[in-house]
């Protein structure tokens, strides 16, 4: 495969890559997580996207080592791809880390809750093992 060819095919796999990066951020962007059922959905989503995407990287890293081989310079087309790659996959792990944060703040405001709930079985049951 010369030169060429490998950077035609690194741009249509970046491509895809940045597709799925794409399609994460979306699902993030779209699903708010409110529920429990949402995380998992949501997360479920996310694990086959990852999955694909780790499909895509072992591709690109076998193209990626022929390429530095090469000694050549990425082409405006490759460029502007992985540069929308970077972009998709910062704005995923933001998202990502979005979520995360909003999970931890409705764990941090249910403890107190779940921990009256607890307080107040233990009085009940103190009390029925009292009559």
Same mark, same amino acid.
């Not at 979520?99 to 079985?121: F, G, N």
């Given at each position: #495969?010369?030169?060429? @060819?490998?950077?035609?095919?690194?741009?249509?796999? =970046?491509?895809? @890559?940045?597709?799925?990066?794409?399609?994460? +951020?979306?699902?993030? !962007?779209? !699903?708010?997580?409110?529920?429990?059922?949402?995380?998992?959905?949501?997360? $479920?989503?996310? @694990?086959?996207?990852? *999955?694909?995407?780790?499909?895509?990287?072992?591709?690109?890293?076998?193209?990626?080592? @022929?390429?530095?081989? $090469?000694? %050549?310079?990425?082409? /405006?087309?490759?460029? $502007? &791809? #992985? $540069?929308?790659?970077? =972009? *998709?996959? %910062?704005? &995923?792990? &933001?998202?990502?880390?979005? +979520? *995360?944060?909003? #999970?931890?703040?409705?764990?941090?405001?249910?403890? /107190?809750?779940? *921990?009256?709930? +607890?307080?107040?079985?233990? #009085?009940?049951?103190? =009390?029925?093992?009292? &009559?």
């Amino acid at each position: #495969m010369n030169a060429k @060819q490998i950077e035609s095919e690194l741009k249509e796999l =970046y491509a895809e @890559q940045d597709q799925h990066y794409r399609a994460a +951020a979306d699902l993030l !962007k779209q !699903k708010a997580i409110k529920r429990a059922g949402d995380y998992d959905e949501v997360a $479920s989503h996310l @694990q086959a996207l990852i *999955s694909r995407i780790n499909l895509h990287e072992t591709r690109l890293a076998k193209l990626r080592e @022929q390429w530095l081989a $090469s000694g %050549r310079k990425p082409g /405006p087309q490759l460029q $502007s &791809t #992985m $540069s929308n790659v970077e =972009y *998709s996959l %910062r704005e &995923t792990i &933001t998202l990502i880390d979005e +979520a *995360s944060q909003q #999970m931890q703040k409705s764990k941090e405001r249910l403890l /107190p809750q779940l *921990s009256e709930v +607890a307080r107040h079985q233990q #009085m009940r049951s103190a =009390y029925d093992s009292t &009559t």
